[in-house]
């Protein structure tokens, strides 16, 4: 899986939009970009993902640069409740089973400031 | 209606002693995983498994063995419990041609 590469931390008002970056400079042409989160004392929760295409879905949207090199969460309307560890995770798709997990780093830890 | 559950969510115990996590998967999923989170919230994989085919982290010692009685389930065996597997443990799962992965509310493990 290609490397990625993502700020400590960063704080956001509520109410505001959260913007948070990856890069991801070494990313192959079959690996797809995807984002969970871990709110404190919870399991990861899946966000979204894309290819090249810009997405967006109920929670967030993603936006991948052309080259793909890099890509920004994009939380619209942050609250509280959005205070979490933000993880960026580039690999394939699988067609099939039997494959190994994800691998998560460090993450963004997001702090939604009252 | 909760869509990965895993008992106990607390498990404090002595070393030496052998334990068990337990994991259910109401979705349905074929693909079902193992993440340990350390102290300093590292989330590693441990194990994954799929259709009885078991892929096993190398670091992973062989103290550690998970357990499917069917497709819903994949439980975690721990022998002879050391303090370092004192962690979080995450039981997780997903479908098959996605990377959308379920997760569990966590089992807080901590061997005294």
């Known amino acids: 899986d290609a490397k990625t590469t993502q700020p400590t931390s960063m704080d956001c008002a509520e109410g505001r939009a959260a913007n948070l970056p990856c890069n991801h400079s070494?990313?192959?042409?079959?690996?797809?970009v995807y984002w969970y989160r871990q709110i404190h004392s919870q399991g990861p929760q899946y966000i979204i993902h894309g290819l090249k295409n810009n997405e967006t879905n109920e929670m967030a949207s993603l936006i991948i640069t052309e080259d793909r090199k890099s890509s920004t969460l994009i939380l619209p309307h942050a609250t509280l409740r959005d205070t979490a560890v933000y993880y960026c995770?580039?690999?394939?798709?699988?067609?099939?089973?039997?494959?190994?997990?994800?691998?998560f780093g460090k993450g963004t830890h997001l702090i939604i400031q009252p | 209606d909760t869509a990965v559950s895993q008992t106990p969510k607390y498990l404090v115990t002595q070393m030496g002693n052998d334990k068990s996590i337990k994991c259910e998967q109401n979705l349905g999923h074929d693909t079902m995983y193992w993440y340990k989170q350390d102290s300093k919230k590292f989330l590693k994989i441990m194990f994954s498994?799929?259709?009885?085919?078991?892929?096993i982290n190398e670091t992973v010692p062989n103290r550690f063995s998970p357990k499917s009685p069917d497709k819903a389930h994949l439980n975690l065996h721990i022998n002879s419990l050391e303090l370092g597997d004192s962690a979080v443990y995450f039981c997780?799962?997903?479908?098959?041609?996605?990377?959308?992965?379920?997760f569990g509310p966590g089992t807080r493990l901590t061997v005294l």
């Open positions: 498994y799929n259709n009885k085919e078991l892929i």
């Open positions: 070494t990313i192959s042409g079959n690996e797809y």
């Open positions: 997780a799962s997903r479908t098959s041609g996605t990377n959308e992965q379920f």
């Open positions: 995770i580039v690999r394939s798709l699988y067609s099939g089973g039997g494959a190994d997990g994800l691998t």
